[in-house]
């Protein structure tokens, strides 16, 4: 059976979505539409599609009756404003069909020169000449400057020109017909090695879905996501979308990600987490978002879609819609909320990954479930020590036990919840699986959505889809004005450590603060302690002073490994799986032995000023000989990951985006030289 899922991606250049059957006829002088076939009296009116990005035609003459067509529906005149040509061959190749009111009129020197009608009007449409033979609209807008009433649409030389055509082309005794042909392109679920589809087998298709729930959408707000991605699709060749439709037409479901999404998780795929925030919170658009870590510390956009119900279906369907982008490759850890239907989703799509529920998430939700309940301060004080501040597993299970029984608790269904999951959010229990910074796992630690300031409980889908290139737009001047500052600046030390000093030559300027701050640290511990040699593993017990509530100083122990022959160390707190660098008490350790470099195994180098720069991001066709395929999608991916570290190289300065642009002309150059050749 070929492969279809229940779902669509909706792209350019492939199978029409409407049949060539499917015609548009106008009466007389009016112009109403419909269908017609054998069965046009049982038929339901269709109204034209509006002018769309992706629309396409057989003609230029095609193209024009169309938008004249859509014009006289509306009341606006059209006229081509701008066309060009091939030197050579004098042939067109792209257009501009503007509303009649576009421009101005040169000024007149008569002496009653005639008034100025025209007001500038925005509106138009650009078409452009594609694959020799069909033409494509590549602009759109919709908006005019003007009034426009369909009730004076007789009066716009356009209309009167295509009246008089059809008139003059049909018998007198009959009513006046033209017949307009739209298709729009899109590609089918076929191909295994396709970019939209690599790597999904026939025991990984989308399982079908419960037609009966689909997204809420307002007027408007298909038009505007769909004109999104159709845009996006021609501006951004590796952008990468999917809608799901049911039997009806209704959308259930979309996924998208960006060129720049699907090349941050080459390098930054170690851990994801899945922000379902705005769906837990009823906000009008249930958004979801595939959200990772880059070297800066900063949450970068991996994907991102809406989803038509909360049920595990609809959630795998997102699942492999993001996998699939991603070209099969799962992340090792997966942060979601705690969720049951996301919990057998995930255990499905990625089987193989690290599922854990994000702490912050379930410590939000304590007032809100235990509020009410008597003692709930000292509840909730027991609870953060219980969770935050053990570093054993027996620890926490008996501070646990003794919250449940001191409070009466033990009929509390959330907190049995809670305690049934444990091995999936406290953090004691957490302590061997790599997160790179992406859970917060101390008391004080906050979490911010990635859209936070973006999407409130009444943002609509258009007015997402208008804000989301604005806000992924100042999260990469973000992150290009840090890897500036990173590459420029030079870090003053502030101790004589000589760890400081080795990091701060590798490490973007976050991270090496975040570094700084445990080097710092040091100065806290004391009385570092050898209590037990096993061969070559010894454990140390270091002393930490640690301020508690602001004000209060106590004494913490921690337990350190340390390996003397391969310098392999560990400490009980386990920060470097939490965050991604060693603790204090690790590096006291380090320093107790006279060790004076950090081991490069905790140099990590995604933390690296220059890790884009230096480290081609894997984009799972390492197996694939390129040079040797004659997929054309495949040259796209590997000459786009190869051309990202030239891209960020060449941002870093004025100097350096200067010898990139000029080398790149050149390059531009060679190829004109041969294709004239």
Request: aromatic fraction near 12%; include cysteine.
């Amino acid at each position: 059976m070929e492969l279809r899922f229940d779902m669509e991606e909706v792209c350019l250049n492939s199978e029409p979505v409407f049949d060539e059957g499917d015609e548009y006829d106008i009466e007389g002088d009016s112009i109403a539409v419909e269908h017609y076939d054998e069965t046009s009296e049982t038929q339901p009116k269709k109204e034209p599609p509006l002018p769309t990005v992706g629309l396409e035609f057989d003609s230029f003459d095609e193209a024009y009756d169309f938008y004249n067509l859509y014009g006289k529906e509306q009341g606006f005149g059209i006229r081509v404003s701008n066309s060009w040509f091939r030197s050579k061959r004098k042939e067109r190749y792209r257009a501009k069909l503007s509303c009649s009111s576009a421009g101005f009129k040169k000024k007149s020197e008569a002496n009653h020169p005639r008034p100025e009608t025209r007001t500038g009007c925005p509106a138009m449409i650009v078409i452009r000449l594609v694959d020799s033979k069909r033409w494509r609209i590549v602009e759109v807008e919709l908006e005019h400057n003007h009034p426009v009433s369909p009730l004076i649409k007789r009066f716009y030389k356009s209309h009167k020109k295509m009246i008089l055509a059809a008139k003059k082309s049909q018998p007198p005794s009959e009513p006046v017909t033209e017949v307009h042909t739209i298709k729009l392109y899109q590609t089918a679920v076929t191909d295994s090695e396709c970019n939209e589809y690599t790597n999904v087998n026939d025991g990984e298709r989308l399982n079908p879905v419960d037609h009966s729930k689909h997204l809420d959408l307002k007027e408007g707000d298909a038009h505007a996501v769909y004109n999104y991605f159709c845009r996006m699709k021609l501006t951004d060749p590796n952008f990468f979308y999917l809608m799901d439709f049911d039997d009806e037409g209704q959308l259930m479901n979309v996924f998208w990600a960006d060129s720049r999404s699907r090349a941050a998780y080459g390098y930054f795929c170690d851990t994801v987490a899945i922000d379902t925030s705005c769906l837990a919170n009823k906000f009008e658009i249930p958004l979801i978002s595939f959200v990772g870590m880059n070297h800066h510390g900063q949450s970068v956009l991996l994907g991102c879609g809406f989803l038509g119900h909360e049920s595990a279906e609809y959630f795998v369907w997102i699942f492999r819609a993001w996998l699939t982008c991603m070209l099969g490759r799962p992340p090792q850890v997966i942060i979601t909320d705690q969720c049951k239907p996301l919990q057998n989703a995930v255990s499905e799509v990625f089987p193989g990954a690290r599922h854990c529920y994000c702490l912050w998430y379930i410590m939000q939700r304590v007032p809100e479930k235990m509020g009410g309940l008597k003692g709930y301060e000292t509840i909730r004080t027991q609870m953060n020590k219980a969770v935050y501040e053990s570093l054993k597993i027996a620890e926490f299970e008996t501070s646990w036990a003794d919250m449940i029984k001191r409070h009466n608790l033990g009929d509390n269904k959330w907190l049995q919840t809670l305690f049934e999951d444990r091995q999936r959010w406290v953090p004691v229990y957490l302590k061997d699986t790599f997160f790179a910074g992406m859970i917060p796992v101390g008391e004080n630690d906050g979490l911010t959505a990635f859209f936070d300031g973006y999407v409130h409980k009444h943002t609509s889908f258009k007015e997402f889809v208008d804000k989301y290139d604005l806000a992924l737009h100042r999260k990469h001047l973000k992150e290009v004005m840090a890897d500036i500052e990173s590459r420029a600046s030079s870090f003053e030390p502030k101790t004589k450590c000589n760890f400081e000093l080795q990091l701060s030559k590798m490490y973007t300027k976050a991270m090496f603060m975040k570094f700084q701050s445990e080097v710092e640290g040091m100065y806290c511990c004391f009385n570092t302690k050898q209590v037990s040699v096993n061969g070559p593993i010894i454990t140390y017990m270091v002393k930490e002073r640690v301020e508690v509530e602001g004000k209060e100083k106590v004494v913490r122990y921690y337990e350190v490994l340390y390996e003397t022959t391969q310098v392999d160390i560990r400490c009980i707190c386990s920060l470097f799986n939490f965050k991604g660098y060693l603790c204090r008490h690790a590096l006291t350790v380090l320093n107790y032995n006279g060790v004076e470099e950090i081991p490069s195994r905790y140099i990590l180098p995604r933390w690296s000023k220059d890790f884009k720069c230096r480290y081609v991001g894997d984009d799972g066709s390492g197996d694939i000989d390129v040079y040797n395929n004659n997929n054309p999608v495949n040259w796209h991916n590997n000459l786009y990951k190869h051309a990202i570290p030239l891209v960020e190289e060449g941002a870093l300065s004025q100097q350096h985006y200067e010898v990139v642009l000029e080398e790149l002309h050149k390059l531009l150059n060679k190829f004109s030289v041969l294709e004239d050749m």
